[in-house]
C-alpha cells in the first residue's frame, strides 16, 4: 500500500487526531483543508517533511482530484454545523468517492454522524445521509463511521457549556432529556486507523458511542458539579429556544441554529443492534475519566477541585 494519505478536514477537531495517529503509523500525510494555515504547526506532530497542509476544498472538483492523486488511503473528517449541508456534507463525500477510485485510492474511510436519516426534518442530518449514499455508490469499499457527540480537550461541547457555567447565573436546558453517547475523540481517530488496516471493515457502516448513555441535563450537571459552578438550571421551552435560534442565524456563527434545536430534539445514541466500538476490537473511554482533566481551566478557584489535595 502507498504510505500516502489524504485527510480532508484534518486542521479540525477530529482531523487532527487522525493526522497524528496516521503519522506515528509512518504515513506521509496530507492535510487537506480550506484554510491551509488552519494546518500551520501540524508538522510537529510527525517528522521532516512527513506532514503537509494543503488547500482542498471538498466542493472543489480539481482540489479534490489533486488532493487524492498518488495516495494509498484517504479519510473524510469534514462536517459543519451551519452553512451549505448539501454541497459540504451531501455531495462532498461523493466526489471524494468518486475522484479517489479514479486515482487508484485503496482504502476511504468517512466521518458521517449517527442520526444520518434521508428522511430526517433537519438539513444537516438529510446531508449525512446523502452523503453517505454517495460515497459508497462511488466507493462500495469505504468504510463509515458514525459517532455521537465526541469530546476531547479542544471540543465544541464540554468547554462551551463550561465557559457559559463561568459568565452566566444559570444553565438554560433544551429538551434536557434528549439521551447522547459521548464518544472520545482518540477512539474515533483509532477506529479510522483500525478501518484502513482491517479488509473487514470495507463497505460497513459502524456508529460509534462511548460506554455511557446520558441525558442532556446529566451532561450539564456534571458540568456543573467538575467545575464547581452552582447554577440554577432553566428550561428552555421549545418555542422560545426556536425563536431564538432564528435569531442567532443572523450571526456569522451562531450558537445556536434552527436545524441544531432540531437535532437536540431526537436522541443520539448507538442504534440496536449496530455495528460498533465491539466490533472494531476498540474499548472506549469515559466522560467521567477523561472530560474532568481539560475542564481544571474553567474550576472555581482554578485547576484543583475545592479541598483536593495539594
Not at 489524504?6 to 487537506?32: C, K, M, N, P, Y
Not at 485510492?105 to 436519516?117: C, L, M, P, Q, W
Not at 446531508?127 to 471540543?155: C, H, M, N, W, Y
Not at 476498540?282 to 467521567?288: D, L, Q, R, Y
Request: hydrophobic content about 45%; glycine content about 12%.
Amino acid at each position: 500500500m502507498r504510505k500516502v494519505a489524504t485527510v480532508f478536514g484534518g486542521s479540525g477537531f477530529i482531523g487532527r487526531h487522525v493526522v497524528q495517529r496516521l503519522a506515528r503509523e509512518d504515513w506521509v500525510v496530507r492535510v487537506a483543508t480550506r484554510d491551509p494555515l488552519g494546518a500551520h504547526g501540524m508538522h510537529t506532530m510527525g517528522r521532516v517533511g512527513q506532514i503537509a497542509g494543503l488547500a482542498a476544498d471538498v466542493t472543489d472538483e480539481a482540489a479534490v482530484a489533486r488532493a487524492v492523486e498518488g495516495a494509498g488511503v484517504v479519510v473524510n473528517c469534514v462536517g459543519i454545523l451551519h452553512g451549505k449541508f448539501d454541497a459540504v456534507q451531501g455531495e462532498g463525500p461523493a466526489r471524494i468517492g468518486r475522484l479517489s477510485q479514479a486515482a487508484g485510492v485503496e482504502r476511504v474511510v468517512h466521518i458521517s454522524a449517527i442520526g444520518a436519516d434521508a428522511a430526517s426534518p433537519s438539513a444537516y442530518a438529510r446531508s449525512k445521509a446523502a452523503g453517505e449514499a454517495g460515497l459508497l455508490a462511488a466507493f462500495p469499499r469505504a468504510t463509515i463511521l458514525r459517532p455521537s457527540i465526541v469530546f476531547g480537550e479542544a471540543d465544541h461541547f464540554f468547554n462551551r457549556f463550561a465557559q457559559i457555567a463561568m459568565v452566566s447565573p444559570i444553565m438554560p436546558v433544551i429538551h434536557g432529556e434528549t439521551r447522547f453517547q459521548p464518544v472520545y475523540v482518540g477512539d474515533v481517530a483509532q477506529a479510522v486507523t483500525v478501518a484502513l488496516h482491517d479488509p473487514a471493515t470495507e463497505g460497513q457502516v459502524y456508529e460509534l458511542g462511548g460506554p455511557k448513555i446520558w441525558t442532556f441535563r446529566e451532561l450539564l450537571q456534571f458540568i456543573l458539579k467538575e467545575t464547581g459552578r452552582q447554577r440554577r438550571m432553566v428550561n428552555i421551552p421549545h418555542g422560545i429556544a426556536a425563536i431564538q435560534a432564528s435569531l442567532a442565524q443572523l450571526l456569522p456563527n451562531p450558537p445556536l441554529t434552527r436545524d441544531q434545536l432540531i437535532l437536540l430534539s431526537k436522541d443520539n445514541v448507538v442504534a440496536s443492534g449496530a455495528q460498533g466500538f465491539e466490533a472494531l476490537g476498540i474499548a472506549p473511554g469515559a466522560v467521567e475519566a477523561l472530560v474532568p482533566s481539560y475542564l481544571g481551566r474553567f474550576r472555581v478557584g482554578g485547576a484543583r477541585r475545592i479541598g483536593e489535595a495539594m
